[in-house]
Nanobody
Framework: VQLQASGGGWVQAGGSLRLSCVAS????????MGWYRQAPGGQREWVAT???????NVADSVKGRFTISTDNAQNTVSLQMTALQPEDTATYYC?????????YGQGTLVTVSS
């Protein structure tokens, strides 16, 4: 599967961005879709997951600010980000979560200035 993410950019603290990711095949083929992020000099960390059955989970660091959604008809997974903070600055990667491995897209950079 190929994953194409978009929607990153520069925003001031307190602002919002919406990331989208289009998959090259049906996202219903995967048990879950999600987002990870990697800050400059940091390790990749999990941000959010949406299961095929519909349940969603987000990391504690973004709870109440980020919302994940999927559109099976469009084969997309989105991440609505609000109340952004400088510590949210990272490259965001969408992922298709198979049983034994995750597939990642190329990433989209989000920069939050204070």
């Amino acid at each position: 599967v190929q994953l194409q993410a978009s929607g990153g950019g520069w925003v001031q603290a307190g602002g919002s961005l919406r990331l989208s990711c289009v998959a090259s095949k049906s996202i219903s083929d995967f048990p879950a879709m999600g987002w990870y992020r990697q800050a400059p000099g940091g390790q990749r960390e999990w941000v959010a997951t949406r299961a095929r059955a519909g349940a969603s989970n987000v990391a504690d660091s973004v709870k109440g600010r980020f919302t994940i959604s999927t559109d099976n008809a469009q084969n997309t997974v989105s991440l609505q980000m609000t109340a952004l903070q400088p510590e949210d600055t990272a490259t965001y990667y969408c992922t298709a979560m198979a049983r034994t491995t995750n597939y990642y897209g190329q990433g989209t950079l989000v920069t939050v200035s204070s």
